[in-house]
């Protein structure tokens, strides 16, 4: 029922966030679109760059088929969740996913769908551009620096400067005295940012160059504050804070049930198998399970403490793990000749793949205020599209032209198979504990050895 009614109030904020955002954005839904229609190479991501370079750095960041195929693995994650596989593990029977497998799909949509529409028009907001932008790593170091030089001598956000110094506005005037002068706070300058542009106009020459530079910033920017900043800009702060609270304590509800059933698979699988209960009781067996919970909080706590850009982390870790570790939840659950062995070959194997993932992602990464460009780690080619390389100011490996869940997702079938087919089969005692003879339902419920099973 906690679940139910949490559900509930996500897609009811979620839907009420979505209309108000959409009547009091600049020129509406309908004027929004509209302008992402009316510019070129704005609108759809899925191009290649056009031949103007200051079109292409008005882009949003360019996706390949191949990576826009990539994100179809994805969805895998959401069946290994702690909390989704433990419900698919003590199911009775395959039948018991009927409705799951049907409205899950349905109500992921629900929810998503209006945030990652707001999320991609929002590249058609000047406004938020401009936010989004003040909350680059160039413009924090230049408002940090009060638009001079850095603990390096490097000037910082160059580009932004000798641009807002050559408009020679009122407006940009006024804003370059007063980060000279004054600490101003990067949503202060959004707005200000924003005011000098639209004082320019679309007419002026000196436009189109201090837009492609706003672009370009938003792009270094972390992107997973796009819609709070739509909701501090299109909303009132009252009604903001309340849609807000909401969301989040949706969020955090999941993130809840994910902790708890990892402790639950902590105690059970591991404590318990090992011979804890008997030795420390149940009193002791809880104590363990609730000093997982806090060790577990306390490193996701000294994670967020660096503020790393959330969806990165998720999607280069979380959900590409969480999503190589399917095959082995499909076999564990339907194959009868899968192993143990097999499985744990697999698990190490998505563990190693994300840990390379992530130091090839760190250690190659251009420095923040470098200009974008790709990073060729290894130069082999086939088809076109080199072997590892990472995307231009993103920093997102890419093999092959594809994201790495792709060879994660494939690597751990083909471990599980192979590992399984060389190693010693499953003895008839837990297949009959796991499966259930004489009928074409799998059972998922664990039954005594020996214990007399009923066909369907």
Known sequence: MVNVFQTILFLSFGAIAFTVIGRNMDGGFSGTVKSLMATPGRAWPLQRLPSDPAMSRLMLSPMSYLEFFSYCFIPLSSIMFPHMSIMCLTAKKVTAFKKTVVLYPLCIMAIWLPSVYLGAIANGQPRVNAAIASKSPDVVKFLKYHGGADDQGKPTAPILGGLLKGTNTPESNALLADVSTKDISSNAFGERLFGVVHALGPKSPKYPPLVAEVGRLSKQAPGDSVLLEMLRLFVPAWLGGLLAAGIISAVMGSDCHQILALST???????????????????????????????????????????????????????????????????????????KWGALVSVLFVTAGILTTGYLEHHYRLPA?????????????????????????????????????????????????????????????????????????VPSAPARVGQPTIAA
């Open 265 to 339: 698979m902590f105690t059970k699988d591991i404590f318990d198998y090992y011979g804890g209960r008997k030795r420390y009781g149940e009193k002791g067996t809880v104590f363990v399970g609730r000093l997982f919970i806090v060790v577990a909080n306390s490193i996701a706590f000294a994670v967020a403490w660096f503020k790393p850009d959330i969806f990165e982390l998720a999607i280069s870790w979380a959900f590409s793990g969480f999503a190589a570790l399917a095959p082995v939840m499909l076999a564990a659950l339907f194959w009868r000749r899968s192993t």
């Open 369 to 441: 205020g470098t200009k974008p460009t790709e990073v060729v780690i290894n130069g082999l080619t086939i088809l076109g599209h080199k072997f590892l390389s990472l995307s231009p100011g993103g920093g997102k490996l890419f093999i092959f032209g594809f994201m790495p869940v792709v060879f994660m997702v494939l690597g751990s079938a083909l471990c599980m198979i192979v590992v399984s087919l060389l190693t010693t089969p499953p003895s008839e005692a837990t297949l009959r504990k796991y499966f259930t003879p004489g009928t074409a339902d």
